[in-house]
């Protein structure tokens, strides 16, 4: 069994108060489609969404970021033709609150792979070198075989984004393919 992980593709985080901006919405059609298609064929889809609270002094971010992702903003809304997937879809794709850069610190995602036996876990979203990355981290630690698509992740810095999907494949073992493969 397979799960899709769809990794923070919000307002935000594509082009308002942190975006990663062309390079995002360059792949949303993909991120779009592979969501579509994961839901549509009965796999386990995750939408891994960053929240903070406007009020919360003590978390490690707010000196490293501006204000991303508040609870009940607009920017926390899912991205273009993604909402559009994930609205038309809602009872079937599991939403998931996370409030660190990887989607199993602090989440019960670990629980809900192992219940539906899911061993290989398929990465998708923003940003490339840094909550996609850290999930890899965490997927990797805990035994999951990792597959990521490189049109389908996309980061604001190139570089990193280049070395992450190096990392993803040598580092990881992980799997990194096109969606078109
Ligand atoms: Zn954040």
């Known amino acids: 069994m397979k799960a899709l992980l769809v990794v923070d593709f919000t307002n935000d985080f594509v082009d308002g108060n942190l975006p990663v901006g062309d390079p995002a919405i360059e792949i949303q059609h993909t991120v779009a489609e592979l969501t579509k298609q994961f839901a ?28 991303h992702n508040i609870r009940h903003s607009r920017g926390r809304e899912l991205y273009g033709e993604l909402k559009d997937v994930y609205e038309s879809r809602k009872d079937v794709i599991y939403w998931m609150d996370k409030t660190r850069y990887s989607a199993f610190c602090g989440t019960d995602l670990d ?45 604001f810095n190139p570089e990193g984004h280049k070395w992450a ?17």
Request: hydrophobic share 40%; charged share 25%.
């Open 40 to 67: 549509d064929r009965g796999d386990f889809v995750v939408m891994a969404v960053d929240l903070h609270e406007e009020s919360d002094l003590y978390h490690p971010e707010r000196n490293l970021f501006p204000p």
């Open 111 to 155: 629980l809900k792979l192992r219940e539906r036996g899911v061993s290989e876990v398929h990465l998708i979203g923003v940003c490339t070198d840094i909550c996609v990355l850290h999930t890899a981290i965490d997927a990797y630690n805990r035994g999951y075989a990792i597959k990521i698509y490189e049109d389908g992740v996309a980061s």
């Open 165 to 181: 999907l190096s990392h993803f494949k040598n580092s990881l073992g992980a799997d990194v393919v096109k969606s078109t493969d």
